[in-house]
């Protein structure tokens, strides 16, 4: 198969990209195209060559997949494409459509001129996958645009839009339309000077002295996490920088590529290419076929209280008008007020005009009549947790919403099919969980009730999209996937609370893991009340846990909103959100061990971790084999999005296969906990979650 096709127009080679979906540069696109650009130094009857992509990108860069290969003497990367561009001396431009990421943008970075169409984006994302850009980037880009700017656009993975990337000096033009870029790449083409960044000096930044340089870039080193807490290839990307001010670029190239080599081997780095391809698995759900997604033109909302206003805003964001349902005045009001600080906030911030800001809220209609919502494509209700509440609501609904209507709950614990049940449309009627807040947190579990159409599904995951949102498919089980693994967790930390292990221990150990919160932090911000009633709702789901809960809403303290909870909180202390060591708490989990006949004892902090993080796994490889969650890879992506899995450990099924699933197993038993059955049998056959092939698995 052919990844190039070359095409002479007036002395100029144009070298057309074609590897679709996203032209990624494949050790297979790499080995075609170094002869294709050898061939082209050769002939004296090119004078310019132009690279440009087809399938309406440039290219998003190396394939990822590629890098879990070990290439061969014979391999060709996109090095030595880059590297047959260096030693060529004819004129090269990029003509750049839609994405240059990663080796797109370095491939272009090794021409003499770039041209993009304005929707262009460009960045270097790898150290999202835990790389760095690995073909010349880190030594180019600070000598094209300085390299604190360098720095900042590397680190942060940011990707940066067409008239910024001109504004920098990485792009020579901007054109309207794609219509229009090849002509434009071909003028450049007719240059004559050639500009090879390669041979030019390092600058700092717009008048920053070279001398001071290299201290400035050193200093780079302080304001990234440490290499075991996320920042592993940070400091390998700042250290490739550094090369570019005191190696010559030659060598810079070759250090850059030893880095880049040692991050390609690391286990952070297969962790996060994991997530990146375990959130593209997501909507691939068995089963729905060719099902077409029904368009979302408009939607409605019920209840117009913190979920339901985020919810609002979520689709107002993305251009879909949204009307509120709430009779409630006050509430209504408050509503309004949220959501015109939420836009006027975007608008202080720079990220939207006045207008864009006026607009949007107008697409946000507040009002108390349901048949407002007769003509509404999707109707989610976020009321009440109560199910008697969302029955009449659903009820009401059912008569009003046009017959495809679809009809949706925000509900995190309840039953979606006994809400489905008192409707006439139990095919079009889905769950989606939006986490709080719903205008802010990416992850959406999409809940499939039993009888939950494919169409109705696609239209989910499609809106998911629209709403950039990660949606993973969840079926109809108590607390779907990321709360009924959070219940398990909050029971060990309570459990490790109980034989004597301060709270705020606790909660170190999981921050130094990567969290970016403890367990008791997260239960005080959640509130302890939300906690006691599904304690009290589902005692089975609460088996085995105290009653420090009980005690502690006897007590009142809520947690953050109540100012004391499992930690007191204190306005002067972290505005009120840093967590403060209660003894009381202490005394009262000692309290509560001696009713239970539970002795302290001394433990470790690889125990702390193992008991939170195991009881994720463990709890996870049940959700398998119910067929609650699809894939361990979707079980990931929840606790990551959701729950602040740290993501350079891959989510908590992938950290079970980092350390072994017959470690997990073993102390998943010497904890006293009932392993779930998925858990033994890989663990017997010393397998991992990551081999399970979804046919395994699936009640799809
Ligand atoms: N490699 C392999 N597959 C890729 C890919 C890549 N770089 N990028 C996308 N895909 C697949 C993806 O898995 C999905 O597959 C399909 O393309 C559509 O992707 C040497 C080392 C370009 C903005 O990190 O940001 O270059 O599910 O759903 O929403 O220094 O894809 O269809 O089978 O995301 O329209 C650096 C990653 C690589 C960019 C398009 N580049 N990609 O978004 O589609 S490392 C990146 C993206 C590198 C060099 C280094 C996005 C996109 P499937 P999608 P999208």
Redesign the pocket.
Known sequence: MSFIRTEDRDGVRVITLDNP??N???FALSGELVPIVEAADKDDGVKAVVFIGANG?FS????????STEPTPETR???DVIAAVERSNKIYVAAIQ??A????L?LSLACDYRVATADT?V????I??G?????G?TQRLPRLIGAQDALDMMLK?K?VKAADAKEKGILDEVVESADGLLDAALKLAKNTEKRRISRRKVELGKGITAQAAPFIVSQAHKMVPAEDAGGFAAHKLIDAVEAAFELPFEFGIAREARL?EEL?RSAPSFALRHV??AE??LA?IPGLGDAKPLEVKKAGVIGAGTMGTGIAITFAQAGIPVAVIDSNADAVEKARQTVFGMFMYQVQKGRMTQEEAWKLGQSIHFTDDYNELADADVVIEAVFESMDVKKQVFEKLDGIVKPEGILASNTSTLDIDEMASVTKRRDKFVGLHFFVPANIMPLLEIVRGKDTSAQTLATAFKLG?TLRKTAVLSTNAFGFIGNRMVFDYAKAAGALAEEGISPMRIDRVAKTFGFPMGPFAMGDLSGIDVAWHIAKARPDVAKGRTDVIDRLVEMKRLGQKTMAGYFRYDKSVGKGREPIADPEIEALFADEAKKHGIAPREVSDDEILQRLVFALINRGAYLLEEGVALRPGDIDIVYIFGYGFPPHHGGPMWYADEVGVKHVYDKVVEFGWEPAPLLKSIAEKNGTFAALKQGELINA
């Open positions: 979906p996203v990624s540069l494949s990108i998003a860069g190396a394939d990822v997949n590629d890098f990367t996109i090095r839609k994405n990421l990663g080796g797109g370095e984006k960045g270097l994302p790898e999202k996958l790389l760095l850009p690995g073909a980037g993975g990707n880049f390609a990146f391809f593209r698995e691939k999209k």
